[in-house]
């Protein structure tokens, strides 16, 4: 069956096969990222498509939290590091897309699926393919990603020296994002942007509400 939800960033989500090998089983699990710091008491506030959206890092036992939220969206990324890469353990979304209209949606994968490499060096190439699942219904998802040199970035909160991550995602009811992040270590993501080509609903609302291009850009950093 089709997954029928948002799926915008399974997403920010993204992935050759690396030059050496992944084997999740056999690998140590990290405590922590440094593209996605935790105890570093900021707090990211961003700019975005769907308005202010505050972002934090945290650790829940084995896992890193990404928390974002804002009045009109929820995006939370259960986060599992180990030596060879960063991995997705859960993925929960919530859009509010009218006044009386929501879509909230948890997706697991049937292997944890893979963020993207680490340690994350320009020019590393990457894939993940898998199932993903919601409420019964199996979505086929492929997603290839590349990491290119680390450049200058401006943005309201300063600037800054990221590396930027290119990312396709593909799934059924062709459906296909094209995601451009930028990491700095220590800090997390400072921006993003993902364009919207492909069909099924995140087309549908393309061309319903404008979606065709959504964008985050840091606008402060706070102390907690």
Same mark, same amino acid.
């Given at each position: 069956?089709?997954?029928?939800?948002?799926?915008?960033?399974?997403?920010?989500?993204?992935?050759?096969?690396?030059?050496?090998?992944?084997?999740?089983?056999?690998?140590?699990?990290?405590?922590?990222?440094?593209?996605?710091? /935790?105890?570093?008491?900021?707090?990211? /506030?961003?700019?975005?498509?769907?308005?202010?959206? &505050?972002?934090?890092? @945290?650790?829940?036992?084995?896992? &890193?939290?990404?928390?974002?939220?804002?009045?009109? @969206?929820?995006?939370?990324?259960?986060?599992? %590091?180990?030596?060879? +890469?960063?991995?997705?353990?859960?993925?929960?979304?919530?859009?509010?897309?009218?006044?009386?209209?929501?879509?909230?949606?948890?997706? %697991?994968?049937?292997?944890?699926?893979?963020?993207?490499?680490?340690?994350?060096?320009?020019?590393?190439?990457?894939?993940?393919?898998?199932?993903?699942? =919601?409420?019964?219904?199996?979505?086929? /998802?492929?997603?290839?990603?590349?990491?290119?040199?680390?450049? @200058?970035? &401006?943005?309201?909160? +300063?600037?800054?020296?990221?590396?930027?991550?290119?990312?396709?995602?593909? +799934? %059924?009811?062709?459906?296909?994002?094209? /995601?451009?992040?930028?990491?700095?270590?220590?800090?997390?993501? &400072?921006?993003?942007?993902?364009?919207?080509?492909?069909?099924? =609903?995140?087309?549908?609302?393309?061309?319903?509400?404008?979606?065709?291009?959504?964008? @985050?850009?840091?606008?402060?950093?706070?102390?907690?």
């Amino acid at each position: 069956m089709q997954n029928k939800s948002l799926n915008i960033i399974p997403l920010l989500l993204l992935f050759t096969t690396l030059s050496y090998p992944l084997s999740v089983k056999e690998k140590t699990v990290i405590k922590s990222s440094p593209y996605f710091p /935790v105890n570093n008491g900021i707090t990211l /506030v961003y700019k975005s498509s769907f308005g202010e959206t &505050i972002t934090n890092y @945290f650790q829940d036992g084995e896992f &890193i939290i990404s928390d974002s939220k804002g009045d009109k @969206f929820k995006y939370i990324q259960t986060l599992l %590091t180990k030596e060879d +890469g960063v991995y997705v353990q859960e993925i929960y979304q919530y859009f509010k897309i009218f006044l009386f209209i929501k879509k909230e949606a948890t997706f %697991t994968y049937e292997k944890p699926l893979l963020r993207f490499p680490l340690p994350l060096l320009p020019g590393m190439e990457w894939e993940w393919e898998g199932d993903e699942y =919601l409420d019964g219904d199996t979505n086929k /998802v492929k997603v290839t990603g590349k990491a290119h040199n680390k450049e @200058f970035v &401006i943005t309201k909160a +300063g600037r800054f020296e990221a590396i930027r991550i290119e990312s396709l995602v593909e +799934g %059924t009811a062709n459906s296909k994002n094209n /995601v451009t992040e930028w990491f700095v270590e220590d800090v997390g993501l &400072i921006k993003a942007k993902i364009i919207i080509e492909g069909g099924g =609903l995140m087309g549908f609302l393309r061309d319903l509400l404008g979606y065709g291009t959504i964008e @985050f850009e840091l606008v402060e950093i706070k102390k907690q």
